[in-house]
């Protein structure tokens, strides 16, 4: 099926959400006419429809009815009552994709009922410039070719990489929860140019260059990071004097433990 000639649904008109339809609709993936979505708050619709141009609803059931794919954006808690709801609107069989962190497949197949065509991704809010970096496994019911559709739609947005889905939960706490400590190293850099004399925009502009130009040097050569470290700290200069620091405060042993610790709420999230 073209991807071009989709109708594709959002349950949920979230940030994740608007994430996805804006990359979807800027790739040229599919237009905003061949989507809709729906969401309890208004206050989302709006903002959704003002920043992606779809359609919304107040109703999960008139979305499921006539989606092809389907991307369920909801928080995990909610997923009982919303799955009840649209089960009388999927006579159609449309693929199901949940975005939720830490819902398995088998949950959502006992809440569904049999049959269904479902899919679990994780992917994260950069999808919004086409550099996301997602995963996603299959359902038993979903065919080979349903995953050759999700990896189109994902890799029209970025990094797309199929995994087992015990995986899923460690894929949350990296790249899921990832952008926040990208962003916290950002901001924490920029203040570090402050605190040294630059002017507020000028740090963060070349705090935010210096992280994104050697995430490319890591992808685009294959060389590892601790390579391309070693490349730049020269011995007894400036680098090696602030990787000192880094060392001495733990931040290595901190995001690790950031990723450890994500993963493990959202394995939590699946189990409640």
């Known amino acids: 099926m073209a991807t071009e000639t989709l109708r594709i649904g959002f349950i949920g008109a979230g940030k994740m959400a608007t994430a996805l339809a804006q990359g979807w609709i ?25 920043d992606t141009a779809v359609a919304t609803v107040d109703t999960n059931g008139a979305v ?8 369920l954006a909801v928080k995990p808690q909610q997923f009982p009552a919303m799955l009840a709801e649209i089960q009388p609107h999927l006579e159609s069989r449309p693929l199901i994709i949940s975005i939720a962190a830490g819902m398995p497949l088998q ?4 809440l569904l009922g049999s049959g269904h065509r479902l899919v679990r991704v994780m992917p994260n809010t950069p999808c919004l410039v086409g550099s996301s970096a997602s995963a996603f496994c299959l359902g038993g019911a979903a065919s080979e ?10 890799g029209a947005v970025g990094l797309a990489v199929k995994l087992p889905e015990p995986l899923l939960d460690a894929v949350t706490g990296l790249s899921g929860s990832g952008p926040a400590y990208a962003c916290l190293m950002i901001e924490g850099l920029a203040d570090g140019g402050v605190r040294a004399g630059l002017p507020r925009d000028v740090a963060l502009k070349l705090a935010a260059q210096t992280l994104l130009g050697t995430a490319q040097m890591v992808l685009q050569s294959g060389q590892h990071p601790g390579v391309l470290k070693d490349a730049v700290a020269s011995p007894g200069g400036t ?34």
């Not at 905003?32 to 708050?41: G, P, T, W």
């Open 26 to 50: 800027q790739a040229g993936i599919c237009p905003a006419q061949n989507m809709l979505a729906s969401d309890v708050y208004p206050a989302a619709r709006e903002a959704f429809t003002r």
């Open 64 to 71: 499921a009815q006539v989606s092809q794919v389907l991307i």
């Open 107 to 110: 949950r959502m197949a006992d």
């Open 145 to 154: 070719s349903d995953g050759g559709l999700v990896q189109r739609l994902l």
């Open 239 to 272: 680098t090696i004097a602030g990787l000192h620091e880094l060392e001495r405060a733990g931040v290595r042993g901190a995001l690790m433990n950031a990723v450890v610790a994500a993963t493990q709420r959202s394995r939590e999230l699946g189990q409640g």
